[in-house]
């Protein structure tokens, strides 16, 4: 955070020291920024405040996102086998699927080892 160019920090400073004044900390919850401005800077159209934040996605909830993805998948294409929905398919369409076959293990292995080094990069800890 910034007041008028001024780096101010520490962040998460308890509030209760933050209303005492005298101090450049801040804190945040949520969508709301608290902070106190020291005696002499005035609260006027002068005043520019800067805030920067980023966004970290969490592991474990893209994990969870990936798993939910890939159980949807299976369940749907387990119910289409079920009704017999895909072996109509594929006789129909047996020259299309044996070309696009091939096509599509390669699509799905190196999707699966992309995605796999995300997860993986996740897991060490690279989040940048």
């Not at 005492?20 to 520019?48: D, I, K, Q, W």
């Not at 798993?67 to 119910?79: C, E, G, P, T, V």
């Not at 129909?92 to 999707?111: F, N, P």
Request: hydrophobic letters at 50%; glycine letters at 8%.
């Amino acid at each position: 955070m910034w007041i008028n160019g001024e780096a101010w920090g520490p962040a998460y400073t308890p509030r209760d020291q933050i209303r005492e004044g005298g101090t450049r900390a801040f804190s945040h919850s949520a969508n709301l920024l608290y902070f106190a401005l020291p005696n002499g800077v005035t609260n006027s159209a002068n005043l520019e405040a800067t805030a920067t934040y980023t966004v970290k996605i969490r592991a474990r909830v893209l994990i969870a996102l990936a798993s939910a993805a890939a159980m949807l998948i299976w369940l749907r294409i387990f119910l289409a086998h079920c009704a017999g929905e895909l072996v109509g398919f594929v006789y129909r369409w047996r020259v299309v699927t044996h070309l696009l076959k091939g096509a599509s293990w390669v699509v799905i292995v190196a999707s699966a080892f992309y995605a796999g080094s995300i997860v993986y990069g996740f897991v060490a800890g690279d989040r940048d």
